[in-house]
Every structure is written in C-alpha cells, then in structure tokens.
Antibody, heavy 118, light 108 residues
Framework: EVQLVESGGALVQPGGSLRLSCAAS????????MNWVRQAPGKGLVWVSY????????YYADSVKGRFTISRDNTKNSLYLQMNSLRAEDTAVYYC???????????WGQGTLVTVSS | EIVLTQSPATLSLSPGEGATLSCRAS??????LAWYQQKPGQAPRLLIY???NRATGIPARFSGSGSGTDFTLTISSLEPEDFAVYYC??????????FGGGTKVEIK
C-alpha cells in the first residue's frame, strides 16, 4: 500500500525556519518525481515545489523561490522541504504528493500544518 | 502563468442528479489536465488525469472531457459521498503547476 506521511509542521515565528519531511513507503520511491502542495486554511490548493526522481531537476513557485529548498534522500525513501524566512502567508497545511503521468498527483500524504505567527 | 477558472463556484444539487463542472484555462494546456476531489479534513484524491482518464478505483460515474482551454468534469448521478470540493490542475506550460479555485458541490 502506498503511503506518504508528512511531519515537521509546527508554530513558528515570522522569519523563522522549519524543515518538513515526507516518509514514503509501499512503492519504489526512487522512481517517482515528488511535489509539495500547500493549502491555507479555508483556501484552495497551491503547488509549491517539484523534484525529479534523481533530484536532478527542481522547480519552485515564485512565492517560495529563494526561501524554500526541496530535496530527497532515495536511500531513506524521504522527501524534504526546508523553509526559511517564513512569513504569515506561508501558513498552510503542506502535502507531499507523488507525480505520475504528466504531473498529476496520484497519492497524497495527510498533510502537516505550518503556522507562522508571533 | 496559466490561470485556471472553475465554474460555478458552488453547485447545489440533490443525490441522484447529474453534475457538470467546468474548468477554463487562460491558454492551451493540451490535455495536461487533472481533476481532484477533496472532502473536509482530507487530502485531495485524484479522479481524472490527462483530461479524460479515470484514476485507479474511481467509479465510472465520474468522467472528464475537453482539450486545449475548456474542460468538463461530469458526475452522472450524485452519490452522497460525492458532495465535496473539486479542483482542476494543469501541467501544460510549467512551472508553475496551477490549480483552479475549486467548485463546491453541496447538497440542495
């Protein structure tokens, strides 16, 4: 059974940093591109970042470029999102999602809540 | 950036009725369009990929159509579990990947 389990969400002050993790199981993690998608409370879905299976290609939304870093460790079946210089508008549930067929997201984690507030 | 506009914002229907949800792209995305269903407190679930292909385990009452800039998600006969928010998502010209604003299908 495919499982994606996010962790690392917390309450953090503006300007602070946080590292999210996504533990994958039930599939060959090293064969799939992965993404982070976020959802602010009561709002819609927003794509954040993408990384290919090898980590060789990475993309970011303009809103997080230069502040967030996506990475992966295929030996640990894990995806990460390092978030620096956090702002109130980064407050959201962050989902990791597996990419298939022209970047549709076929499996999602349950999400982890990041709250940026003083 | 490609903007996806979903309409209507809210659809009020009764179980057993059919639903037609629209997603319009600001420029062509070919058939690189997916549809998701999200229920409160849950992660989104992939329904349709590449505009018209049902994802694994998705009931046949869900169907997708369209190409270029105009897409439709059709639910032939609403079941109680189908009342949720539906999002479209494109990967036609990226980055960025973008989602529509969502259509809420609520019980009338």
């Amino acid at each position: 059974e495919v499982q994606l389990v996010e962790s690392g969400g917390a309450l953090v002050q503006p300007g602070g940093s946080l590292r999210l993790s996504c533990a994958a199981s039930g599939f060959t993690f090293s064969s799939y591109s992965m993404n982070w998608v976020r959802q602010a409370p009561g709002k819609g879905l927003v794509w954040v970042s993408y990384i290919t299976s090898s980590g060789g290609t990475i993309y970011y939304a303009d809103s997080v470029k230069g502040r967030f870093t996506i990475s992966r460790d295929n030996t640990k079946n894990s995806l990460y999102l390092q978030m620096n210089s956090l702002r109130a508008e980064d407050t959201a549930v962050y989902y990791c999602a597996r990419a298939v067929s022209r970047c549709s997201f076929d499996y999602w984690g349950q999400g982890t809540l990041v709250t940026v507030s003083s | 950036e490609i903007v996806l506009t979903q309409s209507p914002a809210t659809l009020s229907l009764s179980p057993g009725e059919g639903a037609t949800l629209s997603c319009r792209a600001s420029q062509s995305v070919s058939n690189y369009l997916a549809w998701y269903q999200q229920k409160p407190g849950q992660a989104p679930r992939l329904l349709i990929y590449d505009a018209s292909n049902r994802a694994t385990g998705i009931p046949a009452r869900f169907s997708g159509s369209g190409s270029g800039t105009d897409f439709t998600l059709t639910i032939s006969s609403l079941e109680p579990e189908d009342f949720a928010v539906y999002y479209c998502q494109q990967r036609g010209n990226w980055p960025p990947l973008t989602f529509g604003g969502g259509t809420k299908v609520e019980i009338k």
